[in-house]
């Protein structure tokens, strides 16, 4: 009985093992959500408009292929957004919601493996989405312009960055709310709305908000800019020889990515934490 008992754990699955089959199986049920196809359908009606929109007005094609492509990179941000909110806002308080949690917690899974391998999928989905959005504008743009630019490459691998901050902070919302809808509501207005807005009060105390995870992302447009921006002090006059003077701050990008990483090392240990305590409850 001891030599089948030591045969069987030595047959259960690695760690990595069970990560993997989580993932792939969530990846599987986001391939057949509708939420992706709503975003895809997002995606279609974005291209649309920056594509469709400046022909119909009769407006001039740029010929500089970096500024046409930075039409369609200014949804990036947005893109990465919505897809965090729909993919990691509610993908761990749903298995306690919805009690899914009884059917997937009693199985010889970790729950680190669980958690990761789902915080894996919602970062593969992203990324796919992301790669799609780009490559159809790259290749609209090399069709408008006759040319292409490497730094909407940079740009992407910047976005795919940004998502996996986004979608970390997702996993530490879902596992720390007890309903979907607040998790949901949460992440979407928190990248939206209440990062965004401490980032731009920052500056109005010479502050500049390069911890700040949402200004961090928009290296994914800035990194269009040829040269590169840097920090500039701007004046206005009020009268009287008097000026108001504020600063115009802009992300760089090693310390983007950087604050990125630690934003998912962070979101992840602690959604893990709160996850790996959380218990059932009828």
Known sequence: MEGETINNRERLPSDLQQIMTVARYDVLKHLRSRRLLGLLALEAVLIGLTFGLPLLLGADTPDDPTEYMSGFVGW????????????????????????????????????????????????GIIVLMLAVYYGVAAALTFGMTGGASGLWAYSMLLAFAYGAGAAALGFLISSALKGSTGALVLTFFTLLMIMPMIAQMLPLGDIKPWFILTFCGQAISTVLTEPYPVDTLESIPLGNGQYFEYWIYYPEIGVSLAVIAVYVVVCLGLGLYLFRRREMVS
């Open 76 to 123: 990036a941000n947005l893109l990465v957004v919505i897809g965090a909110t729909m993919f990691a806002g509610d993908a761990i308080v749903s298995e306690f919601q919805a009690r899914t949690g009884y059917l997937l917690f009693p199985n010889p899974v970790k729950r680190s493996a669980i958690f990761i391998g789902k915080y894996l999928s919602t970062l």
